[in-house]
């Protein structure tokens, strides 16, 4: 019984920080690609960072590219998100998700590649 949880999310000003959290259990995710998505109110769940198994490759959506870092512990089978310089556009419900490896490329940005899904928690950043 495969399981992601998020923890981290919170009201937090514009300009500060917030780490979020994604404990995996049921099974090691240490070979699986592991991304976090976003949903604002009124729009689709959209691609914000992922990492691939090995650790030795990161993606970033342009949105986030240089405030947001994404980094894992396959040891502690958990996964997290730096999230530095928040803006109000940044406010979401932030999912973590599992993917097996694909070949294709870019694969990691479609929200429908990936197997294991989080509930999400709330990031709101405030003006």
């Known amino acids: 019984q495969a399981q992601l949880v998020e923890s981290g999310g919170g009201l937090v000003q514009a300009g500060g920080s917030l780490r979020l959290s994604c404990a995996a259990s049921?099974?090691?995710?240490?070979?699986?690609?592991m991304a976090w998505f976003r949903q604002a109110p009124g729009k689709g769940r959209e691609f914000v960072t992922g990492?691939?198994?090995?650790?030795?490759?990161?993606y970033y959506a342009d949105s986030v590219k240089g405030r947001f870092t994404i980094s894992r512990d396959n040891a502690k089978n958990v996964v997290y998100l730096q999230m530095n310089s928040l803006k109000p556009e940044d406010t979401a419900v932030y999912y973590c998700?599992?993917?097996?490896?694909?070949?294709?490329?870019?694969?990691?940005?479609?929200?429908?590649?990936?197997?294991?899904w989080g509930q999400g928690t709330q990031v709101t950043v405030s003006s």
């Open positions: 998700a599992a993917a097996r490896e694909k070949l294709g490329s870019r694969w990691y940005e479609y929200k429908d590649e990936y197997e294991y």
């Open positions: 990492i691939r198994w090995s650790g030795s490759s990161t």
């Open positions: 049921g099974r090691t995710f240490s070979s699986y690609t």
